[in-house]
């Protein structure tokens, strides 16, 4: 049965566990990624939301 339960996913920012969310999206990839204005953009590595960081 889909769309039954709610999972509630944490967003990791180092110590900081709450985060101003401002926008929500699922790319072409099926990435689900979380922005935000004061930490940045957040995207799900299948357990949790983690800070992205470029290379």
Do not use: C, H
């Amino acid at each position: 049965m889909t769309g039954k339960t709610i999972t509630n996913y944490a967003v990791k920012d180092g110590t900081q566990m709450t985060v101003n969310l401002v926008s929500m999206y699922k790319d072409n990839q099926g990435n689900l990624w979380l922005g935000t204005p004061e930490n940045g953009t957040f995207k799900f590595n299948g357990n949790t939301f983690e800070r992205f960081k470029t290379k």
